[in-house]
C-alpha cells in the first residue's frame, strides 16, 4: 500500500462507490489482504463513529459494507434530490425502490416496454444496479439513488422498507406512488412479485454492465 493511510482509502473507495462492497472485492482492487482489509473496516468503523459532527456512518450488512447517512439526519435531508432524476424515469424509479430486488420482467410487465429503456437510464445516472439472477436480471438501488431521495440509508432492503413505510403514510401503494411521481403519461398496471431464485445472492450477483436487453 502507499504511503496514505489504507482506512482513508477504504473510505473513500466506499463513499466513491455508492453501493456495498464486499471484503473480497475490496481486497482485489486495493491488493491488499482480507485480513488487512477487514481489520481495517472495522477501525474505520470505529472512528466515524467517534468523528465528532460526521454525517456518514460505516455498516456491514450481510459481510458486505456501505457508507450511508446516519438514520438521525433523515428529516433534514432535502427531497428536492429527487427532482435531479429526470420526470420520466421516477415512476420505475419509485417501483424499484418499492420492489426491489425487482424483476426487470415485472417491471416490464406493470410499465411496458420502455421499462428496458428507463433501467438503462437509471442505470447509466448510478441510480440503480442491475443484477444476474439466472438468465434474468434483478434491480435494486445504489446509494446515489437514495441520496437522491433523502433517504437516510444505502443498503437495498433498508430502502425498500423506508419506500413502503412512506408509502403506506400517504395510503397508498407501489403503483399509485410511482404514479404519482410520474409525468402524468406512465399507466402502469398490477403485476405479480417475481421470486427471487433460491440460490440468488445480492451480495454476489454479477452487476450487469452492458446495455442488453
Same mark, same amino acid.
Given at each position: 500500500? =502507499?504511503?496514505?493511510?489504507?482506512? +482513508?482509502?477504504? #473510505? !473513500?473507495?466506499?463513499?466513491? *462507490? ?11 482492487? %486495493? #491488493? *491488499? ?16 463513529? /467517534? ?7 460505516? +455498516? ?10 446516519? &438514520? ?28 426491489? &430486488? %425487482? @424483476? ?7 410499465? !411496458?416496454? /420502455? ?22 436480471? /434483478? ?30 403514510? %400517504?395510503?397508498?401503494?407501489? @403503483?399509485?406512488? *410511482? ?5 402524468? *403519461? ?10 427471487? =431464485?433460491?440460490?440468488?445472492? $445480492? ?5 450487469? $454492465?452492458?446495455?442488453?436487453?
Amino acid at each position: 500500500m =502507499s504511503e496514505i493511510d489504507i482506512r +482513508t482509502i477504504l #473510505e !473513500g473507495v466506499l463513499f466513491g *462507490a455508492g453501493r456495498s462492497l464486499s471484503v473480497e472485492e475490496l481486497a482485489e482492487s %486495493m #491488493e *491488499a489482504t482480507h485480513s488487512e482489509v477487514l481489520s481495517n473496516l472495522e477501525s474505520l468503523q470505529h472512528t466515524m463513529k /467517534r468523528r465528532p459532527g460526521g454525517a456518514l456512518q460505516l +455498516t456491514s450488512v450481510s459481510g458486505r459494507w456501505v457508507m450511508e447517512v446516519k &438514520p438521525k439526519l433523515a428529516d433534514h435531508m432535502p427531497s428536492s434530490f429527487r427532482t435531479e432524476i429526470p420526470q420520466r424515469l421516477l415512476a420505475a424509479a419509485a417501483l424499484i425502490a418499492y420492489h426491489q &430486488p %425487482m @424483476a426487470q420482467s415485472q417491471l416490464v410487465d406493470m410499465i !411496458g416496454q /420502455r421499462a428496458y429503456e428507463h433501467v438503462r437510464d437509471l442505470a447509466h445516472l448510478g441510480l440503480i444496479d442491475r443484477r444476474r439472477d439466472g438468465l434474468s436480471r /434483478r434491480l435494486t438501488t445504489t446509494r446515489r439513488f437514495a441520496e437522491m431521495f433523502g433517504c437516510p440509508y444505502a443498503e437495498s432492503k433498508k430502502v425498500r422498507k423506508w419506500f413502503r413505510e412512506h408509502a403506506a403514510k %400517504m395510503g397508498m401503494d407501489g @403503483a399509485e406512488l *410511482a404514479a404519482s411521481l410520474g409525468d402524468g *403519461a406512465e399507466e402502469i398496471q398490477d403485476a405479480p412479485e417475481v421470486p427471487v =431464485s433460491e440460490d440468488w445472492d $445480492e451480495s454476489s450477483a454479477e452487476i450487469i $454492465e452492458d446495455d442488453e436487453e
